[in-house]
């Protein structure tokens, strides 16, 4: 019975056709789907963390009501993705309780500080841009209700990504203190994005059997590498210098090489020892401790209307 079941598998996701809740799957296609899924999802809660810290401390109504939208999104996609876990069987209680336990993880990002406000607008640059590039290749994930979540999660993307390199702009445009500002985050968020794609393909464990399953559609050197091609010019634009002395435009790849990342920063950050990993995670920790009543309230509301249409 499953050799037909995984033929059909097969079959369904080699036409470039989703699998849906109810289809049959490997059990490996479903824990691997809810572990990136789910790890997505932390990192966008968890990804509010950094900008939240300047919604109150921003330098205009205009650009407080932006970061606030933009940190309404983040939370908005967490929501989708742990919806789309649930589809999978995943239990959104127990997901969170392994990311604050450090049983699960969440994107090496964000476990950067943000020291002022040109942060906010690299960010959005180079962060949200970095996750287009990641992103957008999963709108084709063979997993149907996880491509869904990411052509509405992309669409925001897009207004993320515009709203820093805009806010960048207006600070290329002003005082020499805020052009060395600018510059400044580049240099401390430059490399941390790239980390964003993941380590070296040839170090890639999952690689290799998602591309197989089509979950993931590129390899992380190859979206690493869309990413750098994609924004020198609009760093030219900018008028900030990328710190990456062998970053040169190579004719014969038609690519940009670029240096070599430091995957032992890399590593020891995702081991949990960033410079506010620690930080990241007892703020998520405290926050859900903080709401379990809404959620037993919610929860006792739920049965009693349960309670009184069964009568
Ligand atoms: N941070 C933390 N952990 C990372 C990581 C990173 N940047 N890159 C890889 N890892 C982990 C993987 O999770 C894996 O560990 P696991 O097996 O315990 O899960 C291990 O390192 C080996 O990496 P692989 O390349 O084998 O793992 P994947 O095949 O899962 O590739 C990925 C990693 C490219 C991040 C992939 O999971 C992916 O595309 N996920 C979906 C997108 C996503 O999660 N983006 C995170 C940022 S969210 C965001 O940007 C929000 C925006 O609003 C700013």
Known sequence: MDAELEREFDRVVGAEQRIEPRDWMPDGYRKTLIRQIAQHAHSEIIGMQPEANWISRAPSLRRKAILLAKVQDEAGHGLYLYAATETLGADREDLTRKLVEGRQKYSSIFNYPTLNFADVGVIGWLVDGAAIVNQVPLCRTS?????????????????????????????????????????????????????????????????????????????????????????????????????????????????????????????????????????????????????????????????????????
């Open 143 to 311: 997993y149907g209700p996880y491509a869904r979540a990411m052509i509405r999660i992309c669409k925001e993307e897009s207004f993320h990504q515009r709203q820093g390199y805009e806010l960048l702009m207006t600070m290329m445009r002003g005082t020499e203190a805020q052009r060395r500002m600018v510059q400044d985050a580049v240099d401390r968020w430059w490399w941390p994005s790239l980390m964003m794609f993941g380590p070296p393909d040839a170090e890639s464990s999952n690689t290799a059997q998602s591309m197989a399953w089509r979950i993931k559609r590129h390899t992380n050197d190859e979206l690493r590498q869309k990413f750098v091609d994609m924004t020198v010019p609009q760093a030219d634009a900018l008028g900030v210098t990328l710190p990456d002395p062998e970053l040169r435009w190579n004719a014969d790849r038609g690519h940009h090489d670029f240096g070599e990342i430091d995957w032992t920063e890399f590593w020891q950050v995702v081991g949990g020892n960033g410079p506010c990993s620690r930080q990241r995670i007892e703020h998520r920790r405290a926050a859900h401790d903080d709401g379990a009543w809404v959620r037993e309230a919610a929860a006792a509301y739920a049965h009693r209307q349960t309670d009184r249409e069964a009568i």
